[in-house]
């Protein structure tokens, strides 16, 4: 039960609005009541009373002024002076009900003003926390996003994580929205409405509350699987976001390999699994207030049966008395229909909670550690001491086996091999995207796990075979992570970047917006406009990851020289299948199944007649 109320916590910040939608809540609930009871003394002393009657009404009560603990037997005495106060003749005393009239219904409708007011008032206090929550959910869930390590996504669909973002924060607004009110507007109303039964008729309101939990339990029963159906229907969302984020992004190839059917059909199976299990949520969602419904005038009706009764045997009911009974008791059946629609909410939004919960409470394996020790700049060596890594934790087929090697200040380092040789791998671990299993990673001697990782980062670029560029223009592409940047470095950091005439072609310069990934560009101008935000974050340590292995020669060129301007001065790990590339570097390294096999120059390796020895003639006889 206490798990209804667990999204409470995402109120933290907002309590002094939470208080104040509670406290008109409280007025709201207390004005509806009591706009109805109005109604009965009034009917009572209206229709039934005479002139003598009315005076003992008068005499009776013996309080100065207002007693709430004397509030009928103060009304009582307030209205029949009203209606004697002209005197004690037929007409008299019409004139003066007249006037008693006139102020029942003003007070009706006053009373009924300010209900309405503090609904709205409530609503507006809860305008704020409903919107705040969902901005600080999705504030966390980008700032968890950003700081988990690659590792993780590698088990999550990025449609998924779209879904949780999106329609899952919007459920946990709803589901807040609703225990608010459902914990202190309905409940209250319900008991104001009971704490009036029972005044008016203990014996009558007996019933009500050995009726009341059946219906309570019935209702219980039927959405009990409600929050395991949302959880499932979450999942299914988040695939479909998937399938269409794939699609989106694979459109090139869809066609290409005409798989347009292909992919209707997988997206269609899963949207119709998806709508199948919305169809039976829904049904049992919506059975829920109608069967609650039932019950309650099925409840009310039985009141009426047995308090009609009392009032027709004279048994210690009035009419008046019996008629604001019944109308009291019918103000029960509209919060306990909201809190089984609030409970359904809430069960969705319970289930939203848990898929958001579990990426804020994700563990982030790659974290600052205490004390780290902060850099500003590179001046020895990179080192890998017996350095050895798996992807999966505890698994015996290591990726990378007993590495060992120093990379100099200044120096060119490259890594060649088969694909899954652990090259890529190798290169993330200096920026920490992975940590090592066995072994350390040193930069200047110390451990990088002990470095704070944004100041590691900051003396790190990376140039990748896939460009990773922006929706965005080229100036922002270019000055990407650098705040307030001056435009002169941006156009000499593209002008040793071989960029810098192409992007004067676009037609607003740089200032050109290139699309989704960079798509308005060729190949070899995103490439370039990629090595322009390495050259401008001038890091004195440089990975370049296949850079040139998806160009045709001409752009090939246009981007090496861009690439021998960037690694000028610096240090360099370069990963490279076209050897031709990297025959100047300082030393070669070869990797095969995890594990260095053969190093030295690229003479040296010649020489060697070994593996790259192959690989260099593989390439010469594909050329």
């Not at 694979?250 to 290409?256: F, H, P, V």
């Not at 020895?380 to 090697?405: C, M, P, Q, W």
């Not at 890091?539 to 292995?549: F, G, M, R, V």
Request: aromatic share 10%; glycine share 6%.
């Amino acid at each position: 039960m206490l798990k209804l109320f667990s999204v409470f916590k995402y109120v933290k910040g907002y309590w002094g609005y939470a208080v104040q939608n509670i406290f008109f809540n409280i007025l709201f609930a207390i004005f509806s009541v009591f706009s109805i009871t109005l109604v009965i003394p009034f009917l009572d002393l209206l229709f039934t009373k005479g002139y003598s009657e009315y005076m003992g009404y008068i005499n009776a009560y013996t309080g100065n002024g207002f007693d709430l603990f004397k509030m009928k037997d103060w009304f009582y005495h307030v209205m029949s002076k009203m209606i004697v106060q002209h005197g004690t003749t037929t007409e008299a005393l019409l004139k003066g009900k007249t006037e008693a009239l006139i102020l029942i219904c003003v007070a009706i409708f006053a009373l009924t003003l300010l209900k309405n007011l503090c609904r709205y008032l409530a609503m507006y206090c809860l305008a704020p926390i409903r919107n705040g929550v969902v901005r600080d959910l999705r504030n966390k869930m980008l700032e968890k996003t950003l700081e988990l390590p690659l590792s993780y996504y590698s088990d999550e669909r990025k449609g998924d994580m779209m879904s949780r973002m999106t329609t899952d924060v919007i459920e946990i607004e709803w589901s807040i929205m609703q225990t608010l009110e459902m914990v202190f507007r309905e409940p209250l109303i319900i008991v104001i409405s009971l704490g009036w039964l029972i005044a008016l008729s203990p014996y009558l309101t007996l019933y009500v509350f050995l009726l009341l939990p059946v219906a309570g339990l019935i209702v219980a029963l039927i959405n009990r699987t409600l929050k395991r159906n949302a959880a499932e229907g979450k999942m299914m969302l988040g695939h479909l976001f998937n399938i269409m984020e794939e699609t989106l992004g694979g459109l090139k190839i869809i066609k290409a390999f005409t798989a347009e059917k292909y992919l209707r059909r997988k997206f269609e199976k899963v949207n119709q699994d998806y709508y199948k299990l919305s169809v039976k949520t829904y049904r049992r969602a919506d059975l829920g207030s109608p069967v609650s419904e039932t019950i309650v005038v099925g409840i009310l009706m039985f009141i009426l049966f047995i308090g009609g009764v009392m009032t027709l045997n004279n048994n210690g009911l009035t009419a008046a008395a019996f008629m604001g009974y019944f109308g009291i008791a019918s103000q029960i059946l509209p919060p306990i229909k909201q809190i089984t629609q609030a409970y359904n909410n809430i069960q969705k939004g319970l289930a939203s909670e848990d898929r958001i919960e579990k990426i804020l409470h994700a563990e982030n394996t790659i974290r600052n550690a205490a004390n780290a020790y902060t850099i500003h700049d590179f001046n020895r060596a990179i080192e890998f001491k017996n350095v050895s890594f798996a992807y999966t934790k505890g698994d015996e087929g290591y990726v990378l086996k007993d590495i060992n090697l120093s990379i100099p200040k200044g120096k060119t380092i490259a890594l060649v091999g088969q694909s899954g040789s652990g090259k890529t791998t190798m290169a993330d671990m200096i920026p920490r995207f992975y940590d090592t299993d066995l072994g350390e990673l040193l930069i200047d001697g110390t451990p990088v796990k002990q470095i704070d990782i944004e100041s590691l980062r900051k003396q790190i670029g990376i140039v990748s075979q896939e460009s990773i560029l922006f929706n965005d223009t080229i100036f922002n592409n270019i000055a990407f992570g650098i705040d307030n940047v001056d435009e002169k470095k941006v156009m000499e950091a593209a002008k040793v970047a071989n960029a810098h005439e192409f992007i004067l072609q676009q037609p607003n310069g740089y200032q050109t917006n290139i699309g989704d990934r960079g798509g308005k560009l060729s190949g070899g101008q995103r490439q370039r406009v990629s090595i322009a935000r390495a050259i401008l974050k001038n890091p004195p340590i440089l990975i370049l990851d296949e850079a040139t292995s998806a160009l045709d020669t001409e752009s090939e060129r246009l981007v090496q020289d861009a690439l021998n301007n960037l690694m000028k001065n610096r240090t360099s790990i370069v990963i490279a299948h076209r050897l031709s590339t990297i025959v100047n570097a300082d030393e070669i390294i070869v990797l095969s199944k995890g594990e260095i096999v053969e190093r030295g120059n690229h003479t040296e390796l010649i020489a060697q007649n070994g593996i790259y020895k192959k690989l260099c003639d593989m390439q010469s006889f594909k050329s």
